[in-house]
């Protein structure tokens, strides 16, 4: 399999010197504190402590089979219900597949309590052949709980409790929170999401593996890719480490002064991902103290572009307003399908184009972009997947969490907690007592 590619030129100082570029000795100076950073991350993993990295050796077979059951089975449709973490990553990775060669449920998501969404949503599948996947870890999400109540209740009323009951999938913690002790009560069928795994680290638990499985997707695939990438991570050097090197650049430049790290991918099947990893650098990165419990108020603002469409929206910021961020570029290094533009259907000052494929075209304008900000003296860097194939979706999500993992520890502050999403969920409780 091709790898995953992180190229860092672009933030080296020799690119782009002063104020952002790095030079060999910061890089050095650097090497010790990341080398501890990973062995703490290690450290966590080997204690059973840290979850997320363990998960890619999970033998999915006996899920796969069940999943296979129920897609012979009188099933059509199968709806997750679920936020943030319980459902960024499956929506991103199913987005990231051809739906039309998965061979299984036809697979819908609705996290938003919009009325209007909820509404089209119950009018389009097919109520009777139709599995609710209810996902929440803490089982008290007011999103989540008031769409499985009344989805639940118009289960009952239709097909009665029996049946309604088996049209329900609850996946959350094992043995606590309110909606185990409601699968306990009505028998529903559920999956745990380990306890040591938190909510935007979990798509490679059963809150991504088992809608991805009813869809068809081929999660042995994603499990692989997830492996060898961390594989990776855990045994190369630090200079030929992928991860290492793209935490420690982030890390560098959020020390001089970097407020916003931009994923700019080019690829639109890649724009769930972006979303992802939006909620995985914004959530985990952001805490007001650090371990000491001083006074921080870390975080770096995560953006999520997509090329070619925004560089005719927001690449103007990046090229020219506030001096504060780093531009990863991403893409695919080959794409399963392109076209070419044809000759002669073009006036001659735009022959040029003639003879190129899109993905040629696509190519061209990711690489100019990064050059013009290069000569504007801003960073960027480049990470580059092979293909969208489950193997490389499963190496980009162990990439970003892992990296994730290490800007924690350098940071000094704990990347696995959301004290402030808990704050907000506590008041909607009180205000709607
Ligand atoms: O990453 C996180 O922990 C959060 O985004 C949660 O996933 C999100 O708030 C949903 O929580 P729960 O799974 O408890 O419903």
Same mark, same amino acid.
């Given at each position: 399999?091709?790898?995953?590619?992180?190229?860092?030129?672009?933030?080296?100082?020799?690119?782009?010197?002063?104020?952002?570029?790095?030079?060999?000795?910061?890089?050095?100076?650097?090497?010790?504190?990341?080398?501890?950073?990973?062995?703490?991350?290690? %450290?966590?993993?080997?204690?059973?402590?840290?979850?997320? #990295?363990?998960?890619?050796?999970?033998?999915? !077979?006996?899920?796969?089979? /069940?999943?296979?059951?129920?897609?012979?089975?009188?099933?059509?449709?199968? *709806?997750?219900?679920?936020?943030?973490?319980?459902? @960024?990553?499956?929506?991103?990775?199913?987005?990231?597949?051809?739906?039309?060669?998965? %061979?299984?449920?036809?697979?819908?998501?609705?996290?938003?309590?919009?009325?209007?969404?909820?509404?089209?949503?119950?009018?389009?599948?097919? #109520? %009777?052949?139709?599995?609710?996947?209810?996902?929440?870890?803490?089982?008290?999400?007011?999103?989540?709980?008031?769409?499985?109540?009344?989805?639940?209740?118009?289960?009952?009323?239709?097909?009665?409790?029996?049946?309604?009951?088996?049209?329900?999938?609850?996946?959350?913690?094992?043995? !606590?929170?309110? @909606?185990?002790?409601?699968?306990?009560?009505?028998?529903?069928?559920?999956?745990?999401?380990?306890?040591?795994?938190?909510?935007?680290?979990?798509?490679?638990?059963?809150?991504?593996?088992?809608?991805?499985?009813? +869809?068809?997707?081929?999660?042995?695939?994603?499990?692989?890719?997830?492996?060898?990438?961390?594989?990776?991570?855990?045994?190369?050097?630090?200079?030929?480490?992928?991860?290492?090197?793209?935490?420690?650049?982030?890390?560098?430049?959020?020390?001089?002064?970097?407020?916003? @790290?931009?994923?700019?991918?080019?690829?639109?099947?890649?724009?769930?991902?972006?979303? /992802?990893?939006?909620?995985?650098?914004?959530?985990?990165?952001?805490?007001?103290?650090?371990?000491?419990?001083?006074?921080?108020?870390?975080?770096?603002?995560?953006?999520?572009?997509?090329?070619?469409?925004?560089?005719?929206?927001?690449?103007?910021?990046?090229?020219?307003?506030?001096?504060?961020?780093?531009?990863?570029?991403?893409?695919?290094?080959?794409?399963?399908?392109?076209?070419?533009?044809?000759?002669?259907?073009?006036?001659?000052?735009?022959?040029?184009?003639?003879?190129?494929?899109?993905?040629?075209?696509?190519?061209?304008?990711?690489?100019?972009?990064?050059? +013009?900000?290069?000569?504007?003296?801003?960073?960027?860097?480049?990470?580059?997947?092979? %293909?969208?194939?489950?193997? !490389?979706?499963?190496?980009? *999500?162990?990439?970003?969490?892992?990296?994730?993992?290490?800007?924690?520890?350098?940071?000094?502050?704990?990347?696995?907690?959301?004290?402030?999403?808990?704050?907000?969920?506590?008041?909607?409780?009180?205000?709607?007592?």
């Amino acid at each position: 399999m091709t790898e995953l590619s992180y190229e860092n030129d672009g933030v080296s100082d020799e690119a782009i010197g002063d104020p952002w570029g790095i030079s060999d000795e910061t890089r050095d100076a650097l090497a010790d504190r990341l080398g501890r950073a990973r062995q703490s991350v290690i %450290d966590g993993h080997s204690s059973g402590n840290l979850g997320f #990295l363990g998960l890619p050796d999970a033998n999915p !077979s006996g899920l796969t089979a /069940w999943a296979h059951r129920k897609r012979e089975g009188r099933w059509t449709d199968a *709806v997750v219900i679920g936020i943030g973490g319980s459902s @960024l990553g499956t929506e991103a990775i199913f987005q990231s597949a051809d739906s039309s060669q998965l %061979d299984g449920l036809n697979l819908h998501f609705s996290s938003n309590i919009d009325p209007r969404s909820v509404d089209r949503l119950l009018d389009t599948v097919p #109520l %009777d052949t139709t599995l609710f996947i209810v996902v929440t870890k803490s089982g008290t999400t007011v999103e989540t709980m008031s769409q499985f109540a009344i989805i639940f209740e118009r289960l009952v009323d239709q097909l009665g409790s029996g049946r309604a009951a088996a049209q329900i999938i609850a996946v959350t913690s094992p043995d !606590s929170g309110e @909606l185990r002790s409601l699968a306990d009560r009505h028998g529903f069928e559920s999956f745990d999401i380990p306890p040591n795994v938190g909510g935007r680290f979990s798509v490679l638990t059963p809150v991504g593996l088992v809608p991805l499985a009813l +869809a068809g997707y081929p999660i042995q695939e994603l499990l692989d890719g997830a492996a060898s990438m961390r594989d990776r991570f855990l045994e190369r050097d630090p200079e030929n480490n992928a991860i290492l090197r793209a935490a420690g650049d982030i890390f560098s430049l959020y020390q001089r002064g970097m407020q916003e @790290l931009v994923l700019m991918n080019y690829a639109d099947d890649l724009e769930g991902l972006g979303e /992802w990893f939006r909620q995985l650098i914004g959530e985990s990165l952001a805490k007001a103290e650090n371990r000491r419990a001083d006074t921080v108020h870390a975080g770096i603002t995560p953006i999520a572009a997509t090329g070619a469409v925004d560089q005719h929206s927001q690449v103007q910021l990046f090229m020219e307003g506030p001096d504060r961020r780093l531009v990863i570029f991403g893409g695919l290094d080959t794409f399963d399908a392109d076209i070419e533009i044809p000759d002669h259907a073009l006036p001659e000052r735009l022959n040029h184009l003639a003879g190129h494929s899109l993905a040629d075209v696509m190519d061209a304008e990711r690489t100019a972009t990064r050059e +013009a900000l290069q000569e504007a003296g801003r960073p960027t860097a480049e990470l580059m997947l092979p %293909d969208l194939r489950p193997a !490389s979706i499963g190496a980009f *999500v162990i990439f970003w969490e892992s990296a994730t993992a290490i800007l924690g520890e350098l940071l000094d502050i704990d990347a696995f907690n959301q004290p402030g999403v808990e704050r907000g969920k506590r008041i909607a409780h009180e205000k709607l007592l």
